[in-house]
């Protein structure tokens, strides 16, 4: 099947309009890579320092400077359910390592914050600039260059994001990342969510409640609804960074342990030392990143990675927009229904099918790129597989032909829908995205008046007052990532689902983030920018008539142009958002982060050297040098 033509344009668009910048970020790639292991570099006293603790074989392969030696970095904790298997993998990894030849050591750990700990509490408010510290202390890891390639252990949200993009930076080292698993099944996602709005409607207690999150947060290994975490370890498959198949592979089995084994080896193998060297800087391309849009839009998966995906772009010096997802999304069908968009959780999809099962029918209709480098070498279809063991070794047969759950996981000529459910949506409040998904056809348009909310409490305040049972926009600013660091408002999702199912009709609008778990209720996310950056939600007033219209696009306050227009910005006391659990020690990130559409980020596309008389044109696949679309591109850059 030939390449999606919708596919292929988005491609070449974001390949021109990134030129300049993919090109600064290879030649620094190539400035940093050494002939011979990185270590040659260093002085004896360096090198002294950087094996003095080892064992007496490993010092001794060290100091011959012959051999790869791997950093492990790694994001374990035990707070984190995901996390805490990984308390066992640096050992692993190193006696695998030594199978071949070369030295593992551990250079490095970075913070794991959990959002389903810190959801609505003050600590949310540190979870997005996580990513960025994230990516600094991989870098930090990675600085003593000692390393001639890496394994990441990370899998929840901001995490993964955030060891890319400090890989991405040390581009010229091999990358494979370990994934731990998701846990085992417990309580359905649909009774979940069932009980969880019977305590916002205060029926139930807390105890019942806490009863409840513990049959199903209950063991090691991934929180297995399709949130932020999950959809991270599908991007990791698609990109090919992981072997193939071992995203959804339970903990603490003999599979999940002979996968992390396999793994470290193939970080040897890829190393300069190794058969086919391969730098994670050239393997993360522009077609790699379509890929993982294509495969975010296929499931379902969070829009967190609205942010997330253009910030690890960055990182390689390449350009991508919402335009892209837009388009995209257009002529990507959704193949999955997995909690939010569906009853079943990612084990019924692995048991279903699964990541190999995916990616090949998408090769197949010509949604993916094929031509791309993985970890496995060069093309995709090689990851169209699933992993067994036979003995103590993994093996990899083909996906199944056929999906062993229809209800759960769709062939591409059968999809649950034509499109994969997120659009982006603009007008006079500006722009944002929307995932429709899992929200049911009847609510995708809403036109009602504004209530507006500077805070979720205020909302739940509100809410618990009975002041909501109507037909209302819930416009819930100054929640971006300058005026407090963009926490998740999960904590909103219980009532707007309650006010929806009596009948109400209502949206979100709001400059935070909602993520993967969505659901059911129509929110306009995002909205960039944000009010302290100048966006227009600040002009919003209660009864003003918002309409958001997820089938046209539309994001529009229906006010009168001249009126609109002469509204001052409201203003709002942050004073709560700035000191405690830490957070006045992120001032600086509030300070210098980017919009939500440019990712977020607190660091910059790479440096272009050029004499500073030179004026630099982006390139763009459109007609113009910068199309209205891609208005917000120039202005970042």
Not at 84 to 104: L, N, S, T, W
Not at 346 to 357: I, L, R, S
Not at 564 to 591: C, I, K, T, Y
Request: glycine fraction near 8%.
């Amino acid at each position: 099947m030939p390449l999606n033509p919708v596919v292929s344009a988005v491609t070449e668009r974001i390949i021109e309009r990134s030129r300049p910048y993919r090109a600064a970020y290879l030649n620094q790639l190539s400035d940093s890579i050494q002939q011979g292991v990185q270590r040659s570099t260093l002085s004896c006293t360096n090198l002294a320092h950087g094996f003095a603790a080892f064992p007496a074989n490993d010092k001794l392969v060290l100091k011959q400077q012959k051999n790869p030696s791997v950093a492990i970095i790694s994001a374990y904790n035990d707070m984190l359910s995901a996390h805490q298997p990984y308390e066992h993998f640096p050992a692993i990894i190193k006696d695998a390592v030594r199978q071949v030849g070369g030295v593992a050591q551990f250079g490095g750990g970075v913070p794991a914050m959990c959002d389903g700990i810190t959801q609505g509490q003050p600590g949310m408010e540190l979870s997005l600039f996580s990513r960025d510290t994230i990516a600094m202390s991989t870098a930090i890891a990675l600085s003593h260059n000692m390393f001639d390639a890496a394994v990441y252990l990370g899998i929840c949200d901001k995490i993964v994001p955030g060891l890319l993009i400090g890989a991405l930076h040390f581009g010229h080292l091999p990358a494979v990342f370990i994934p731990s698993g998701p846990m085992t099944t417990g309580m359905s996602n649909s009774e979940k969510s069932r009980i969880r709005q019977l305590y916002a409607q205060g029926k139930i207690d807390r105890d019942a409640l806490l009863e409840a999150e513990s049959k199903s947060y209950h063991d090691a290994g991934t929180c297995t609804f399709y949130g932020t975490a999950n959809s991270n370890q599908m991007l990791m498959e698609v990109m090919g960074l992981h072997l193939p198949g071992s995203a959804f592979v339970t903990p603490n089995t003999p599979l999940r342990n002979a996968l992390t084994v396999r793994a470290a080896q193939r970080a040897i193998e890829i190393s300069a030392q190794g058969q086919t060297f391969t730098p994670v800087g050239r393997l993360v391309d522009e077609k790699t990143i379509v890929n993982a849009i294509v495969a975010l839009l296929t499931t379902g998966g969070s829009t967190n990675h609205t942010i997330h995906l253009i910030a690890i772009a960055k990182a390689a010096g390449i350009v991508i927009d919402w335009n892209d997802f837009d388009k995209l999304s257009a002529v990507i069908p959704l193949l999955t229904r997995i909690y939010p968009n569906g009853e079943a959780d990612v084990n019924h999809f692995h048991a279903a099918g699964g990541t190999g099962f995916v990616i090949r029918e998408l090769l197949d209709a010509g949604l993916l790129h094929d031509d791309v480098t993985t970890i496995l070498g060069k093309g995709l279809r090689a990851h169209c597989t699933e992993p067994f063991l036979d003995g103590e070794k993994v093996v990899w047969k083909p996906a199944p032909e056929v999906s062993a759950d229809e209800n759960v996981l769709r062939p591409a000529d059968r999809p649950f829908a034509p499109d994969g459910g997120l659009r982006l949506l603009t007008g006079n409040l500006g722009r944002a995205v929307i995932k429709i998904s899992a929200v049911k056809p009847q609510y995708h348009v809403v036109e009602a008046p504004a209530m507006v909310f500077t805070s979720q409490e205020d909302f739940m305040h509100a809410y618990q007052a009975g002041n909501l049972n109507q037909d209302f926009v819930a416009v819930v600013r100054f929640q971006g990532p300058k005026a407090n660091g963009m926490p998740e408002l999960h904590a909103l999702t219980p009532a707007l689902g309650s006010l929806q199912d009596a009948g109400f009709h209502v949206a979100l609008v709001t400059d935070g983030r909602m993520s993967g778990a969505s659901g059911k209720v129509p929110a306009a996310i995002h909205v960039s920018p944000e009010v302290l950056a100048g966006g227009p939600l600040g002009r919003i007033r209660d009864g003003d008539i918002i309409r958001l219209d997820a089938e046209a696009g539309i994001l529009q306050a229906l006010v009168d142009e001249a009126e609109w227009q002469q509204r001052p910005h409201a203003s709002a006391d942050r004073s709560s958002n700035v000191v405690g659990m830490g957070r006045e020690l992120f001032a600086m990130f509030r300070s210098s982060v980017s919009v939500a559409e440019d990712g977020a980020a607190t660091f910059a596309l790479p440096r272009l050297i050029v004499p500073s008389d030179t004026e630099i044109n982006l390139p763009k696949g459109d007609a113009e040098p910068f199309s209205d679309e891609d208005t917000h591109v120039q202005q970042s850059i």
